[in-house]
Structure formats: C-alpha cells, structure tokens
C-alpha cells in the first residue's frame, strides 16, 4: 500500500459493516470456530455505542470500502482505552494498523489524553510494542474464561505523534 488509509469519524448505521470486519479480522489468526463464537458479543459494535459521548470511532476507506476502525473509550481525563482495533484480513501488514493507532494517539491526545491502555490480543503484541506500548500486565478476556490477554500503556508525549 503505498498511499495512506482515508480516516473518517464511524457513522452509527455502520455498526453492522464494524461487527462484521472485527469478526473477519480476529478469524484472521486461525480460533476455532467455538472461540470465535465466544467472542462475539464482544466483537459486536451497535448503534448505540457508536453515539456514546465516551466512544471514539474511526474507519480507515480505501476507495469505497472500510478496511479497519478503532475504538477509544474516555476511561478519565487523562486515560482512554482502545477498546478495538480491526484491519480487513487482506490489509493486515499494510500499514493500515499503524495509521489507525497513530491517528488514535493524536486523537487522544488531542482530547488531553496523556495515556493510551491497550489489552490487545497475543498476536498484536509485536504491533503494539512497534506502536510504543509499554508491557503493563495482563487482563482476564471478556470472552474466553481463564484466558489473560497483554495489557500495554502508552504514554502520550508531543514525540509519540506522527
């Protein structure tokens, strides 16, 4: 890919489209089906979520088409949390993850955010700690019990942003 992702603030009728590419995204890495149907009210993003004053949507367009989004929700003044972060299985390794979790970077920091906490999943660890995320621990899944998922921290400085 050699030009950049547009990206564009979420529009809640695309709450379906999200879900769908966040399922997409994590089959990418082989679960079995039984995972991927645990997963899935995790994954699902609604309308409603969408118009929450502490989510942050945004979609990476690639022509006509979405090709990833992220999440960031307000935790407090100073800390947010990405709460998603899904790239089409065919961008994957494009550089549309990077433009998405640098964007949200700016994003947060934008909103006076000094923190950026990430609990991403095991096979997103290189990308994270490429994207500056610091190893804080691990988080027991939503989905999965007795699964700990890497919990990373950005701090946010005037260097961090592209």
């Not at 699902?44 to 979609?59: E, K, P, W």
């Not at 003044?77 to 993850?97: C, S, T």
Request: charged share 25%; with cysteine.
């Amino acid at each position: 890919m050699t030009r950049l992702p547009t990206i564009r603030g979420a529009d809640p009728n695309e709450a379906e489209v999200l879900t769908a590419l966040a399922i997409r995204s994590k089959a990418y890495w082989g679960y079995p089906q039984s995972f991927m149907q645990a997963c899935r009210d995790e994954l699902t993003v609604t309308a409603r979520s969408l118009r929450s004053a502490d989510l942050h949507c945004y979609v990476a367009e690639w022509g006509s088409g979405i090709i990833g989004y992220y999440a960031i929700e307000k935790l407090s003044d100073r800390e947010f949390e990405l709460e998603a972060l899904f790239v089409e299985p065919i961008f994957i390794g494009k550089g549309v993850g990077k433009a998405l979790i640098e964007h949200a970077k700016e994003l947060v920091k934008n909103l006076g955010g000094l923190v950026l906490i990430i609990q991403g999943d095991p096979h997103a660890e290189k990308f994270y700690r490429a994207a500056g995320g610091v190893p804080n621990g691990t988080r027991e899944s939503a989905s999965i019990s007795d699964r700990r998922l890497p919990l990373f921290t950005i701090e946010l400085t005037n260097d961090d942003i592209a």
